[in-house]
């Protein structure tokens, strides 16, 4: 566990500098800057809206994009740059030498790879319930401050972060195989390309895909809240796409930790 735990304080010191880890705070504090100022210039054409329905408005303009194209390359983009340290300074051998499991390593990495995932989709919640609470402050014809966001919204990025978990297991994976940042880039933006399409085309068996999962908890939660009118925003937060997700992650969470544990470092 100490092994572990120093791995992990390791990569939090190695990318705290980096674009990999400022991206997870300065993307979710820009988009929100953008869109509050979009609603700010654009007021008077919204009042006549619900407090539910601006709510929905505001987080829609970044959930649906963050869904279907962000999340996948934000996802793509850090776990490349959390193995590429290694990669391209030639360290995995020193790495190695080091009196710590394997395991340790490898797994750190990996969580580190979801807390910086948790990191990005936990501030998109908060700085858009800040944004809409400032909005409300400067704004109050929008109506913000009438209806309770904080629940629902947390959930659905709790929702998005458990349906990319599948998507960051597999990039990883590519990022342990290749050095170079075209491979796992081009792949995944082809794979991401290819999940739109047929999340969109509503293939049934579109679930299958990791790289629709992201998508697929947007619609379905978009469906469960237009069928609930007459209630709250409710929905489920674990579903078809969810348990796959995850089971992906597992799988290809062991299948990379047996590519680090046979990797020469000769």
């Known amino acids: ?16 500098k980096t674009l990999a880890f400022l991206s997870a705070i300065l993307l979710p504090l820009a988009l929100c800057l953008m869109v509050s100022a979009g609603f700010y210039l654009n007021a008077h054409k919204m009042v006549n809206h619900s407090a539910e329905m601006q709510w929905m408005r505001f987080s829609g303009a970044f959930i ?15 776990s490349f740059s959390i193995n590429n340290i290694e990669h391209k300074a030639e360290m ?14 490898y797994s750190a990495k990996f969580v580190y790879a979801l807390f910086l995932n948790a990191l990005c989709l936990t501030l998109f919640a908060t700085f858009i319930l800040a944004s809409g609470i400032i909005l ?23 929702k998005l ?8 297991s597999i990039q990883f994976l590519f990022s342990l ?28 068996y579109a679930f299958t895909i990791p790289y629709t999962h992201p998508m697929l908890a947007i619609n379905s939660i978009m469906k469960q809240v237009l069928n609930n009118k007459n209630q709250q925003m409710t929905f489920d937060l674990m579903s078809k796409e ?13 299948i990379g930790y047996f590519v680090i544990r046979n990797r020469s470092v000769k």
């Open 64 to 78: 649906g994009v963050m869904g279907s194209l962000l999340l996948p390359l934000l996802i793509i983009f850090q």
């Open 177 to 204: 195989l290749w050095a170079d940042f075209l491979k796992p880039m081009g792949i995944g933006l082809l794979l991401t390309v290819f999940g739109i399409i047929t999340a969109n085309l509503g293939w049934k």
């Open 1 to 16: 566990m100490q092994g572990f735990i120093l791995s992990l304080q390791s990569e939090f010191y190695k990318t705290r």
């Open 242 to 254: 969810i348990w796959f997700s995850l089971a992906v992650a597992t799988v290809t969470f062991v």
């Open 136 to 158: 409300d402050l400067l704004k109050p014809e929008l109506k913000f401050n009438e209806f309770s966001f904080a629940g629902t919204l947390f959930k659905l990025h709790m």
């Open 161 to 168: 972060f458990l349906a990319s978990t599948g998507i960051l």
């Open 92 to 105: 995995w051998k020193s790495l190695f030498s080091l009196p710590i499991p394997k395991w340790s390593i």
